[in-house]
């Protein structure tokens, strides 16, 4: 069974940076899609960023200029690159993937456990 592993999150200061890294737990069949949402307490979970496998990116307005989202499809990994952080980026950030796990299916939404960010002075 794929799981999406996340790690890189902790508390940091305003304007410094951290990097987010997820990986899948074995070999999928395809993954298409992949991302990073984030969540407070009291809030829907939002999109941060998301890459497609050929590497079409998006960001959502707020972290445009100071986000980056990467990924290696050999490892089956994604990343995001936080730099610039402000006090509202602090978050539970979730790790996404839509894998496929044949040529006829349209694919599966999975989640990583999510890893916290605190920005904080």
């Known amino acids: 069974q794929v799981q999406l592993v996340e790690s890189g999150g902790g508390l940091v200061q305003p304007r410094e940076s951290l990097r987010l890294s997820c990986a899948a737990s074995?070999?999928?069949?395809?993954?298409?899609?992949m991302g990073w949402y984030r969540q407070t307490p009291g809030k829907q979970r939002q999109l941060v960023a998301t890459?497609?496998?050929?590497?079409?990116?998006k960001y959502a307005d707020s972290v445009q200029g100071r986000f980056t989202i990467t990924r290696d499809n050999a490892r089956e990994a994604v990343y995001l690159q936080m730099d610039n952080l402000k006090l509202e980026d602090t978050a539970t950030y979730y790790c996404?993937?839509?894998?496929?796990?044949?040529?006829?299916?349209?694919?599966?939404?999975?989640w990583g456990k999510g890893t916290l960010v605190t920005v904080s002075s």
């Open positions: 996404y993937a839509k894998i496929a796990n044949s040529w006829y299916d349209e694919g599966t939404d999975y």
């Open positions: 074995e070999r999928a069949f395809r993954i298409a899609t």
């Open positions: 890459i497609t496998r050929g590497g079409i990116t």
